[in-house]
């Protein structure tokens, strides 16, 4: 009975989800996309995009893409992109190209981006990133193919397909806006810095754009921006936790509550609670996270069972039981069916470039357990015995959180613990940067469309992107007419 009076007071609480503000669903990781959160994110933004009358061809194109560009004998794949041209000024017109991130692409830029590319009558396209959704150059299981999957590698996909758009569809030199959120924002900065002279400005929402290897940093900031008793909790939770695992007559129990199978070690399962929470606050729902947790359930593994439930309610069933946070099974070519849906391919990208790793410290909101050393032996299990994410070598080259780039806006929410990967303060009057701060101001919540209901600061944070990309526009123009 005890059970069942915290899944009803859960559902409760989920029903009164406050999605103003919540992140855009297309920026949800494939594991993050069968809960609540992510259902709420995709109706709320649905209406919005309605409401400001934006249209999205589903319609998928295919360009012939290079596998290796130093090596073209190597063959080509099906690249997939979506094209919108409705408002596109054809003599005069930019381009705004939406950067496919680690995840399937669906149709053309939708949200903020559409609302800003129509205003400036601009050509707007998706390009979907390789060896995510449908544009894939091999099966994950060829890992010589899947060495092509880096930055290095995206950063000359566009070229080429710009290349193609201007030659085949413009029939013309294009100005070029590079829009992006999260991996995706980053790209979209990295790009600048690779062709400064090839785009006239990029939009770097959440851009990560500085790999990290021990990235306590991320911790660190959800602690800065949880109430204090709801760390309390989440402090107890993973203590609670530990103790169950640890106990072989609990532990069928613990995984029982999370739906984890018996093959997750102790770190693996850690790391899939530990990313649940943090989740949960970057993408806008903090206080559902909090309202959940806090009181604390006194009954007998009460608090487990508590979270559990958050976790199943919020990210759906299965999470528990993902891939992605399983050695085993990422590293199984038996399990290789759920490769895909575990976000494979980024687990690669952080295991040969940019980490990410967010790890344990003392006092941290998770399990002791993971390490740097946790990670860099799931990728060695997964990949090959050598692998390793040279983060110094990377943002020597990229710049870490210093691109070397202008005409760049660096866009953050202030509850966003990925924050601490990006641009934080101006680089100086060409590489500006905005947080929105407030309760909720989350991952790549300028990417949505607007509503009515937005915090101000929110509102301020679009005005300010719309502003700045017109400004940098109308000045390119006028210089290109000056020639």
């Not at 770190?267 to 206080?287: C, E, I, N, P, T």
């Amino acid at each position: 009975m005890v059970h069942r009076f915290v899944v009803i007071a859960l559902v409760v609480l989920f029903l009164a989800f406050v999605v103003e503000g919540l992140s855009p669903p297309h920026v949800f990781p494939l594991r993050a996309r069968r809960g609540e959160l992510y259902r709420a994110s995709l109706e709320h933004h649905k209406r919005l995009n309605a409401l400001h009358g934006l249209y999205r061809n589903t319609t998928v194109n295919y360009f012939t893409q290079l596998i290796d560009h130093s090596d073209p004998v190597k063959g080509t794949f099906q690249q997939r992109y979506w094209v919108d041209d409705s408002s596109w000024d054809r003599n005069n017109g930019p381009c705004f190209i939406y950067i496919g991130g680690e995840g399937p692409e669906g149709g053309s830029p939708e949200g903020f981006p559409a609302v800003v590319g129509k205003n400036e009558s601009a050509l707007l396209i998706t390009l979907e990133h390789r060896y995510y959704g449908g544009s894939i150059p091999a099966p994950f299981t060829d890992k010589e193919t899947l060495r092509t999957l880096k930055v290095e590698s995206t950063m000359a996909d566009y070229d080429r397909f710009m290349t193609h758009i201007e030659q085949n569809v413009a029939g013309r030199a294009l100005r070029w806006v590079a829009v992006g959120g999260s991996y995706a924002g980053a790209l979209s900065a990295w790009l600048k810095v690779t062709f400064p002279d090839r785009f006239v400005a990029s939009w770097s929402s959440s851009g990560v754009v500085n790999a990290r290897f021990d990235y306590t940093d991320f911790d660190g900031h959800l602690v800065q921006v949880l109430p204090t008793d709801c760390l309390q909790s989440l402090r107890d939770v993973m203590g609670n936790f530990s103790i169950m695992y640890d106990d072989p007559s609990q532990q069928p129990i613990l995984k029982g509550y999370f739906g984890t199978p018996d093959y997750f070690t102790k770190s693996d399962m850690a790391w899939m609670m530990a990313d649940a929470s943090a989740m949960a606050v970057q993408y806008g729902s903090k206080l559902n996270l909090c309202k959940t947790m806090v009181p604390e359930q006194p009954t007998a593994n009460g608090l487990l069972y508590q979270y559990a439930s958050f976790v199943n309610n919020t990210w759906g069933p299965g999470f528990g039981a993902n891939c992605y946070y399983s050695t085993k099974c990422l590293s199984d070519p038996m399990m290789q069916n759920q490769w895909t849906a575990a976000d494979y391919g980024w687990v690669f990208q952080c295991c040969n470039e940019l980490a990410y790793w967010q790890v344990s410290y003392p006092n941290s909101l998770r399990a002791q357990a993971i390490t740097s050393d946790y990670y860099i032996n799931q990728c060695r299990s997964a990949f090959w015995p050598t692998i390793f994410s040279d983060t110094f070598k990377f943002n020597a080259k990229y710049g870490g959180d210093k691109p070397k780039a202008t005409n760049v806006i660096a866009l953050q929410g202030s509850d966003d613990p990925w924050s601490t990967a990006g641009v934080t303060s101006p680089l100086g009057p060409s590489y500006p940067e905005y947080t929105a701060v407030c309760d909720g101001c989350g991952h790549c919540g300028d990417l949505g469309a607007p509503s009515p209901q937005d915090p101000a600061v929110i509102t301020a944070q679009r005005q300010f992107i719309q502003d700045t990309l017109h400004s940098w526009l109308i000045a390119d123009k006028v210089k290109n007419q000056k020639k």
